[in-house]
């Protein structure tokens, strides 16, 4: 604080390193001590320098220059057999949904069957979907949810060329991330 008061805080970023409150820059605090701040508008697949600072009437300090790269994430769409359409994210390599799925047919037009009783859920052997605690208004925060037979039926509830994803799946979204 160089002896005064601290008048702004945040942090400022820039393509190039050691950014300054002359590039952009949040303004988030003005007391010491640790803070949040969220960064918006950047490119995707952009390198950026960040730092943190601090102006009191003795000038500014500046933390570490810290660097990362945005990802380079493609945005699109796929639709299921019902007409359900999902918007799509690519990340690494992979392509994902965005949402999870609404679908009431296997890709060959059975229908899956709708269970709500508990006790009959437990004893199934054959494929199943329910809503989230039973309620359709969960539909679209949450999809519908359908058992294991459901979901590894060779009529696919997915959309065509999709599937749903694996362990090895998972960790390689988790190592792209």
């Not at 508008?41 to 300090?61: D, E, F, P």
């Not at 539909?139 to 090895?168: E, H, M, Q």
Request: aromatic letters at 12%; charged letters at 15%; a negative charge.
């Amino acid at each position: 604080d160089g002896g005064s008061a601290i008048t702004s805080s945040g942090v400022c970023w820039s393509t190039l390193a050691n950014p300054t409150i002359t590039n952009s820059k949040t303004n988030d605090e003005t007391s010491i001590g640790t803070f949040t701040s969220s960064i918006t508008g950047l490119n995707k697949g952009t390198l950026y320098h960040v730092r943190a600072y601090a102006t009191s009437n003795a000038g500014t300090a500046y933390g570490e220059d810290v660097s990362f790269t945005t990802f380079n994430w493609t945005l699109g769409t796929v639709s299921d057999y019902d007409g359900n359409t999902y918007k799509t994210i690519t990340i690494g390599s992979q392509v994902w949904m965005q949402e999870n799925l609404k679908v009431t047919h296997y890709n060959n037009g059975d229908i899956i069957p709708e269970v709500t009783n508990g006790t009959t859920w437990i004893g199934l052997t054959s494929g199943a979907l329910c809503s989230y605690n039973n309620d359709v208004s969960n539909l679209n925060v949450y999809g519908r949810l359908y058992n294991f037979y459901a979901v590894v039926d060779t009529r696919n509830l997915c959309p065509i060329d999709w599937k749903v994803p694996s362990d090895n799946d998972w960790k390689s979204l988790e190592i792209n991330l």
